[in-house]
């Protein structure tokens, strides 16, 4: 499944349409790609409250972050690299592909 939108809460309750079905849920790509805030800043705050959203939930096996052009800056593909300790489940794909782990 894929995900684009900027709202952790509304992530949330995406992830959870899936969990009915109880299988591993994938998110193969999800960004914040529309929205209020698409700046580096604002994915950087996204990226940072989306993360520990998914690490936790049990149903999730694996998610990608995923952007391009602009929006795969090297401020924040380094901001995902802070998560290398703590990020189980997760890949950065930017201009060039970055694992957490």
């Known amino acids: ?7 952790v809460a509304e992530l949330q309750f995406y992830l959870g349409l899936f969990r009915r079905f ?35 939930d ?6 990608a972050w995923f952007s391009g052009g602009e929006l ?5 593909l380094e901001s995902a690299h802070r998560y290398a300790d703590s990020v189980a489940k997760g890949v950065v794909f930017g201009h060039t592909c970055t694992h957490l782990r």
């Open 1 to 7: 499944m894929h995900w684009y939108n900027w709202s």
């Open 22 to 56: 109880n299988k591993p849920i994938w998110l193969t790509e999800f960004a914040c790609a529309y929205g209020r805030d698409t700046c580096a800043a604002g994915q950087e705050g996204y990226l940072r409250a989306a993360v520990p959203l998914l690490e936790a």
């Open 58 to 63: 049990a149903h999730v096996f694996r998610y």
């Open 72 to 76: 795969a800056g090297a401020r924040l």
